[in-house]
């Protein structure tokens, strides 16, 4: 059980890498001025929308807008909390890894609505959004299972912690 804990928390930190580096680097060009940012980042990213033919950003509709600015005021931060609170075993990532999980579903499902609807997304980006469907997934799940036994004395239970002895 401790491998898998293991992968799924090296999956969910890679996840949340991504999103705290992408994020303000490289989402947050489909909704701020192209002269905030250095050319070699802005190269970067006309050559994503032209490598996986992405439409959605290329020509951002209102509602993809709307999900970047959400991705930038909540997942940004959340994904920041999330790496921070997993490298340094903190309890509490339990619930940052669900928060980011079940929003980047959310997010997901509308995406993929538009790519499937309008029949115009490329194989190569479907297989990019559905590595982020496992990543999403992986991060529900540690939030949902997540238990820690470093936290916990040998021999009792986090409903019943032990008490300790005062001298």
Known sequence: MA???????????????????????????VVLPPGLYPAPLVGIFRWFIAEFGHYVVADPPPFFRSLV???LAFLWPVSVANLYGILARRRWSA??????????????????????????ATRKLLQ???????????????????C???DTPAGSSPAHPARKKRV
């Open 148 to 150: 820690s036994t470093q």
């Open 95 to 120: 619930a940052t890894s669900l928060m980011a999980g079940v929003y980047m579903l959310t997010y997901l499902s509308a995406m993929f609505g538009e790519m499937l609807g309008s029949g115009r």
């Open 69 to 71: 600015w959400l991705d």
């Open 128 to 146: 990019l959004y559905a590595l982020f469907v496992v990543f999403a997934v992986a991060s529900v799940a540690r939030g949902l299972c997540w």
């Open 3 to 29: 491998v898998v804990t293991v992968a799924v928390d090296a999956v969910v930190a890679l996840f949340s890498l991504t999103m705290a580096v992408a994020a303000p680097l490289f989402d947050s060009q």
